[in-house]
């Protein structure tokens, strides 16, 4: 019988070395018993080694995690920057910082750029004068934006006309800064007429150093008319709708105002207007038209009598209006622009002709103006401007007031 010794007391076997040979086999008879973790026994630098490697690791994972969100946050940083500035740019009076190239080179620096302003559908003084169905460009914004630019902005100004006129303030205040700007910067303004320009469109351009026509544009409309106001006799009824308003005159009501004050209900269509009345109203008139035919008289070099008796208040074809000396030619676009960077003193080859662009959806949601400063709402989407301001008669073509003064 073999017998079995006490693993209490039996010597112990020799651990192995890491680096030896296969390990031993126990005696027959000993149940082996589960050897405790073995770790290398590497010379005295490996467990530095090993710690400073996790060490560094961990270092370079965390530091490239930072710089990565330092990276993006940059760009985060530089794309709401540069939105904000343009929010600011949109929300004062503006600079040229973000353009749209109408037509040329979109590499272009300022120096070769003319800068171009659109002056579209009804001219309104402000952006508070009311809502038009139609595009609308308020006066005396453009005129801040002229003000509001330097001689190295750009290589001067083109005003792209397209309006049936407008207010009298509104296309003065524009005509105005014209003036100034060119008086200020020593740069030209050139004016191409792009279908219409009529009555305040007309006043706004007459000061520029060039106009120029499209082809089948029409011009002039040098006069000024204040109304409606309408006279209804023996009404017995009125009548309408959302759409339209309608008036039986076939006598027994009529309708009259209380006021305090000479004139106060000057306009009333229940009565007549007294002959007071429309002398003072057409002293004003005169007053108006007079300035208008003088601003035109000037900047055109055209006789004040020839205004007032041969041009009168029509509206001419490109042809007549080159005859009458409203403008100086006409030209398609691209003529016409290429001419516009001569006269700006630039090779048509390597300029360009720019305007402001509309705010982006990206500015819009962080605080820009839903409007291009100047214009209604995205004046780009509206309908092109035509020479009907209201539906029915009379059609002006300039007046003084809101566009619900006149339309109703």
Same mark, same amino acid.
């Given at each position: 019988?073999?017998?079995?010794?006490?693993?209490?007391?039996?010597?112990?076997?020799?651990?192995?070395?890491?680096?030896?040979?296969?390990?031993?086999?126990? =005696?027959?008879?000993?149940? =082996?018993?589960? +050897?405790?973790?073995?770790?290398? +026994?590497?010379?005295?630098?490996? =467990?530095?080694?090993?710690?400073?490697?996790?060490?560094?690791? /961990?270092?370079?994972?965390?530091?490239?995690?930072?710089?990565?969100?330092?990276?993006?946050?940059?760009?985060?940083?530089?794309?709401?920057?540069?939105?904000?500035?343009?929010?600011?740019?949109?929300?004062?009076?503006?600079?040229?910082?973000?353009?749209?190239?109408?037509?040329?080179? %979109?590499?272009?620096?300022?120096?070769?750029?003319?800068?171009? @302003?659109?002056?579209?559908?009804?001219?309104?003084?402000?952006?508070?004068?009311?809502?038009?169905?139609?595009?609308?460009? !308020?006066?005396?914004?453009?005129?801040?934006?002229?003000?509001?630019?330097?001689?190295?902005?750009?290589?001067?100004?083109?005003?792209?006309? %397209?309006?049936?006129?407008?207010?009298?303030?509104? &296309?003065?205040?524009?005509?105005?800064?014209?003036?100034?700007?060119?008086?200020?910067?020593? $740069?030209?303004?050139?004016?191409?007429?792009?279908?219409? &320009?009529?009555?305040?469109?007309? !006043?706004?351009?007459?000061?520029?150093?060039?106009?120029?026509?499209?082809?089948?544009?029409?011009?002039?409309? @040098?006069?000024? @008319?204040?109304?409606?106001?309408?006279?209804?006799?023996?009404?017995?009824?009125?009548?309408?709708?959302?759409?339209? &308003?309608?008036?039986?005159?076939?006598?027994?009501?009529?309708?009259?105002?209380?006021?305090?004050? $000479?004139? $106060?209900?000057?306009? %009333?269509?229940?009565?007549?207007?007294?002959?007071?009345?429309?002398?003072?109203?057409?002293?004003?008139?005169?007053?108006? !038209?007079? /300035?208008?035919?003088?601003?035109?008289?000037?900047?055109?070099? @055209?006789?004040?009598?020839?205004?007032?008796?041969?041009?009168?208040?029509?509206? !001419?074809?490109?042809?007549? /209006?080159?005859?009458?000396?409203?403008?100086? +030619?006409?030209?398609?676009?691209?003529?016409?622009?290429?001419?516009?960077?001569?006269?700006?003193?630039?090779?048509?080859?390597?300029?360009?002709?720019?305007?402001?662009?509309?705010?982006?959806?990206?500015?819009?949601?962080?605080?820009?103006?839903?409007?291009?400063?100047?214009?209604?709402?995205? *004046?780009?989407?509206?309908?092109?401007?035509?020479? *009907?301001?209201?539906?029915?008669?009379?059609?002006?073509?300039?007046?003084?007031?809101?566009?619900?003064?006149?339309?109703?």
């Amino acid at each position: 019988m073999t017998s079995t010794p006490d693993p209490s007391t039996a010597p112990a076997a020799p651990r192995p070395h890491a680096d030896s040979g296969p390990r031993p086999q126990p =005696p027959a008879g000993i149940v =082996p018993q589960p +050897a405790p973790p073995v770790f290398a +026994a590497a010379p005295s630098e490996r =467990p530095f080694r090993r710690g400073f490697g996790l060490g560094a690791g /961990a270092g370079l994972g965390l530091g490239g995690m930072l710089l990565v969100l330092s990276v993006i946050g940059s760009i985060i940083s530089a794309l709401v920057f540069g939105a904000l500035t343009s929010v600011a740019a949109q929300s004062s009076t503006p600079r040229i910082a973000a353009l749209e190239t109408v037509w040329g080179a %979109d590499t272009a620096p300022a120096a070769q750029t003319v800068l171009a @302003i659109p002056i579209v559908g009804v001219i309104q003084a402000e952006s508070e004068d009311g809502f038009a169905l139609t595009a609308s460009t !308020y006066g005396y914004e453009i005129a801040r934006t002229l003000d509001g630019l330097k001689a190295e902005d750009a290589a001067g100004v083109a005003l792209l006309m %397209d309006t049936p006129g407008g207010t009298i303030n509104g &296309s003065r205040a524009i005509a105005d800064a014209v003036e100034r700007y060119q008086s200020r910067t020593g $740069k030209k303004v050139a004016a191409f007429v792009m279908g219409l &320009s009529a009555s305040g469109g007309m !006043y706004a351009m007459a000061g520029a150093d060039r106009i120029i026509a499209d082809h089948g544009s029409l011009i002039g409309s @040098i006069g000024v @008319i204040f109304g409606p106001f309408v006279r209804y006799r023996d009404v017995v009824a009125t009548s309408g709708n959302l759409l339209e &308003s309608g008036v039986t005159t076939t006598g027994g009501i009529t309708q009259e105002y209380l006021t305090q004050g $000479k004139g $106060k209900d000057f306009g %009333d269509p229940f009565r007549d207007m007294s002959a007071e009345e429309r002398r003072i109203m057409t002293a004003g008139m005169a007053n108006e !038209y007079a /300035a208008f035919v003088s601003w035109v008289s000037k900047a055109r070099g @055209i006789p004040e009598q020839t205004i007032r008796d041969d041009i009168g208040a029509y509206i !001419y074809d490109g042809n007549t /209006a080159i005859a009458k000396k409203l403008i100086d +030619a006409q030209l398609g676009p691209d003529e016409a622009f290429r001419d516009i960077a001569q006269l700006m003193g630039l090779d048509p080859n390597t300029a360009r002709l720019a305007k402001r662009r509309a705010p982006s959806a990206w500015e819009e949601w962080l605080g820009a103006s839903a409007r291009l400063y100047g214009y209604q709402r995205q *004046v780009q989407d509206a309908p092109r401007a035509t020479s *009907v301001i209201c539906q029915g008669a009379p059609q002006p073509l300039l007046w003084h007031g809101t566009v619900a003064g006149v339309c109703g």
